[in-house]
């Protein structure tokens, strides 16, 4: 049984999978999850397709939070262009291996535009400027009716590949979890590149990062960029999921459920962003469950457990904070480091 990982040389430890047992456990992982529409439930499956769609757009925020420091709150907004954008492509005859990044490419445009003032203020103040960006682009969604439908909302055209049509939850589960797949071994190499470093330094100091070299114009809006990209490529996944959307999916609560992923999960790290997006989804799927299981003894404990949802919320993230600031990554990290030590003592 290995003790540890001991690294030769930089390259071995910039490797994504650090060791053989890495390896073979991510193997086993990615076995049982590209195998699960043949042996879960129905009811699986459509859970694991929204934890996907979320782990893509917690991905692209901690891109651009996480890793650059750019707090952003019109995050849930660049879903929804993402989403309106493959629907009004989708209905002109576009392919949806056509269409999905298209839909990034636009999100990923007005995140340029959006991380624009990160360039005079920041902390507060930025997250007052992006929020502003997502009322705007929130009253786009509501009357812009060509494009989005209004308020009513508009039909996506369901992805078709070859002639094969990803319509229901088995279908749609290998569309989703192959884009997540790519997403997150596109972020965690990202961290490799300049580009990632680069993101880390202006999160650090951004004076510092530019004396050393960083040009924090570029920086900063390719951070926007980027995760705004994600979140556009999460939002057209999301429309081929559900087939329908209207604009008040893309509240201001969408993009508060992603920071909160974030930080329950664990700040620029790419484990984080996927523990996050698992946690944030099954908190309150788990209230409801235990809601329904409780009505059969107290038939009065279903209303109070139900709307204790966004009192959960507030506590874990108050709770992270203080008691875990890293994170889930974290946990899971001293979890594995006990595991490498034993028997030994540390």
Not at 180 to 189: D, E, G, L, T, Y
Not at 216 to 243: D, E, R
């Amino acid at each position: 049984m290995r003790t540890g990982v001991f690294h030769e040389n930089f390259a071995s430890e910039e490797r994504l999978w650090d060791s053989s047992t890495q390896r073979r456990w991510m193997a086993v992982f990615l076995l049982a999850v590209f195998t699960l529409p043949l042996w879960g439930s129905d009811y699986m499956l459509a859970m694991a397709c929204i934890v996907g769609i979320h782990a893509i757009a917690t991905l692209g925020l901690n891109i651009t939070t996480g890793n650059a420091g750019l707090i952003s709150l019109a995050h849930g907004a660049f879903l929804g262009v993402g989403c309106y954008t493959v629907a009004w492509l989708g209905r002109m005859g576009v392919p949806f291996y056509l269409t999905l990044p298209a839909g990034g490419l636009v999100a990923a445009a007005l995140g340029v535009l959006v991380g624009l003032p990160s360039l005079r203020v920041k902390g507060i103040y930025l997250a007052v400027a992006t929020l502003a960006a997502h009322f705007i682009l929130a009253f786009g969604f509501r009357e812009w009716e060509s494009v989005t439908g209004g308020v009513p909302g508009t039909n996506i055209p369901r992805a078709q590949l070859f002639g094969f049509t990803f319509i229901g939850d088995r279908r749609n589960f290998y569309l989703i979890f192959v884009v997540a797949f790519i997403a997150a071994v596109a972020a965690r190499n990202l961290g490799r590149t300049y580009i990632g470093r680069a993101f880390v330094a202006v999160r650090e100091k951004d004076f510092s990062a530019e004396i050393l070299g960083v040009r924090l114009l570029t920086t900063k809006l390719l951070a926007f960029g980027l995760g705004a990209f994600y979140a556009g490529v999460a939002g057209g996944l999301l429309g081929y999921f559900y087939g329908a959307i209207t604009p008040e999916y893309f509240v201001l609560t969408l993009s508060v459920f992603y920071l909160a992923a974030i930080i329950v999960g664990g700040l620029g790290t790419v484990l984080g962003s996927i523990l996050g997006a698992l946690f944030m989804t099954f908190v309150p799927e788990a209230l409801r469950l235990l809601a329904h299981a409780s009505s059969q003894w107290l038939p009065n404990v279903a209303g109070l457990l139900l709307p204790m949802g966004q009192v959960v919320f507030g506590a874990l993230i108050i709770g992270f904070l203080v008691f875990e600031p890293h994170g889930l990554a974290a946990i899971w990290a001293r979890i594995r480091r006990v595991f490498h030590l034993w028997p030994f003592r540390t």
